[in-house]
């Protein structure tokens, strides 16, 4: 066991400064309005720095950095911007415990997660953008003897990105990371509850990119992200957020007839059949584990599995081992590289999963392990932790259709597969899916009949790049982690030419 | 409670909460709130200027909320099909300590509206379910 010491520390590996002004146009820049936000760590709840307060003055003085930027990246050749990521990747690479320990100060996740989970993904996000985009192509189609159609990819320019604060770093890398790629200049807002992290990874990659293509604007939502979503000057607005947000950001898109990518959510079902327990082997141990994973990140994560449907035939055993593999999880300080489950990210988090702690109840659904906030002693006494908590009810419950994005997970019954499938899809979102079984063509037929965008298959919380990312019905528009996102990203320039001399008898 | 004692109604309001409230309004004007679900920042209601977010079709009002202090009724809004999970629980609008969210309007004021939510009565449920707002 291992205690990293906090930034600042004499003997921590990273510090962060005092005060964060925005990054427009390759350096600081102080914030029109001057004003500042305090920014707390959850671990403790003491503030820890300050950070620039946008308004739409510095989201116009970032865009106009964009703007001057966006040319000549746009016309780099796609090795050379490719040679940039993979050159942030091993900067990152090289950096990667501080990162680590940036991130995990600022959002409360434990360090374990983040040098695991968060910044190898990070690292090899950018890597696998930078192949994506050299091995695109354009294409040709010869429309008759005398008539070419050529398919050039072009970027949009310059394009408006608003990140969550639940992986400050991993989410303003997904964004990031295709956008550059596909020749874009990027105005990023990150989530005021995380404000500065990124900038902790802006400091270690700030001389491999030219001034301007990556721009950050600090604030809140309704006083910087505002402005950027309902920017004439961008050409595309990205979004990873709550439905009510991404609907407001959509409306403001239209205002310019804006095209939007969101990704807003879910309330995954994790779906353990029968056959699951046949044997008690290294594959029960897994889907133990899978059924944990509503812990992982705190529940903080868009694709917990927050519904666990447990087939009736093992549903008494398989349950009792599943709350026992939840005690085992270790609840901790942070930066101790035993802890698995941390602090929640902000105050307001913690207060919105105990009120529906509190609903849960209400409605009748049985606590079988957890149920309250948890007070972890010492330095750690201010800071947001709540007991990992399992629920037993039905799926009609609010605690089973909506997020609580906390450490609970709520657990039903199913007799049959088409059982399982209608409860699974009762749901106002289909981000993402777990199915459980020994068997192939229950794995197959129930990952088609689900209707979210991922489904995994005897396996949860991957999320490695070149599977597409994205969700169903309330869950958003649009796929991450995948080339496909380089469409998203760029548009397609038709030349149609004509190499024949002739009028062709019009006028 | 800041609103009516007597009146079943859906939606009610803490009384820090309508004080919230109050300053937002002589900040900014009328308000409205819409229920936001999905991830992040979701199952909590936002907070904007009045037909900033715009409601429609898919959109059910729960309440327009008599706030002292207030002139115009505060609309709360939530989307239909995710109200068809709701109907059966009553709100109340609270304030907590906070970082604030998404566009909410009381986010650069260190506090954040949160709902806390019991189960309506069968008496309440009788008098709502025949209620029609427009």
Known sequence: ?507 | MATQQAKVARVAVTEAAAALMRSLYEANGPLMFHQSGGCCDGSSPMCYLAGEFRTGASDVLLERLEVEGVAEPVSFWMGAEQFERWRHTHLTVDVVPGRGSGFSLEAPEGVRFLIRSRLLTDAEEEVLERRTLS
């Open chain 1, 1 to 507: 066991m291992t205690r990293f010491a906090a930034p600042g520390q004499p003997d921590a590996l990273m510090a962060y400064q005092a005060r964060y002004d925005h990054w427009i146009g390759g350096e600081y820049a102080a914030p029109v309005g001057g004003g500042y936000f305090e920014n707390p760590t959850p671990v403790t709840g003491q503030t820890f720095c300050e950070v620039a307060r946008g308004t739409a003055a510095d989201v116009e003085r970032a865009l106009d950095a964009a703007h001057a930027a966006a040319p000549a990246w746009g016309r780099t050749a796609p090795a050379q911007r490719a040679e940039v990521l993979n050159k942030i990747a091993d900067r990152m690479e090289q950096h990667l415990s501080e990162l680590a320990l940036a991130e995990s100060w600022e959002n409360g996740k434990p360090i374990r997660e983040a040098l695991a989970a968060d910044i190898p993904l990070a690292i090899d996000h950018f890597r696998y953008f930078a192949g994506a985009i050299r091995a695109q192509e354009g294409s040709l189609s010869e429309i008759d003897e005398d008539t070419v159609a050529y398919h050039f990819h072009e970027p949009l320019g310059v394009v408006g990105q608003i990140i969550p604060w639940n992986f400050p770093i991993l989410m303003a890398v997904w964004k990031l990371a295709p956008a550059l790629a596909a020749g874009n200049a990027v105005v990023l807002k990150p989530a005021e509850q995380t404000p500065v992290s990124v900038h902790y990874l802006m400091s270690l990659i700030a001389d491999l990119l030219p001034p301007g293509v990556v721009n950050i604007v600090n604030g809140f939502g309704v006083e910087a992200g505002k402005p950027l979503a309902s920017s004439a000057r961008v050409a595309k607005i990205a979004f990873t957020g709550e439905t009510t947000t991404g609907r407001l950001i959509m409306q403001y898109a239209s205002e310019n007839i804006k095209p939007v990518t969101l990704e807003l959510g879910g309330k995954s079902p994790n779906i353990f059949f029968d056959d699951v327990s046949n044997l008690r082997d290294d594959f029960y141990d897994k889907a133990l584990e899978g059924f944990t994973m509503f812990a992982l990140n705190q529940g903080e994560v868009c694709t917990c599995p927050s519904r666990a449907l447990i087939q009736r035939g093992h549903y008494e055993d398989f349950l009792a081992d599943a709350i026992a593999r939840t005690e085992r999880i270790v609840q901790g300080h942070p930066l101790d590289t035993d802890t698995m489950v941390g602090a929640q990210a902000s105050n307001d988090q913690l207060e919105k999963i105990l009120s529906y702690l509190d609903i849960g109840q209400a409605e009748g659904a049985k606590v079988l392990i957890g149920g309250e906030r948890v007070d972890l002693g010492g330095e750690l006494t201010g800071g947001y932790y709540v007991q990992p908590t399992i629920f037993q009810g039905s799926n009609s419950m609010r605690i089973f259709q909506e997020e609580i994005f906390g450490p609970v997970v709520s657990v039903a019954q199913f007799d049959t597969y088409d059982d399982a499938i209608r409860i699974a899809n009762d749901s106002l979102y289909g981000l993402g899916a777990g199915v459980w079984t020994r068997d192939a063509r229950t794995a197959y037929r129930a990952g088609r009949a689900i209707q979210a965008g991922r489904v995994w298959t005897n396996c949860y919380h991957l999320y490695p790049a070149h599977a597409a990312f994205g969700g169903y019905k309330g869950s958003g528009i649009g796929r991450e982690n995948h080339k496909m996102m380089l469409d998203h990203y760029q548009q397609t320039k038709n030349l149609l030419v004509s190499y024949s001399p002739k009028a062709m008898g019009f006028f």
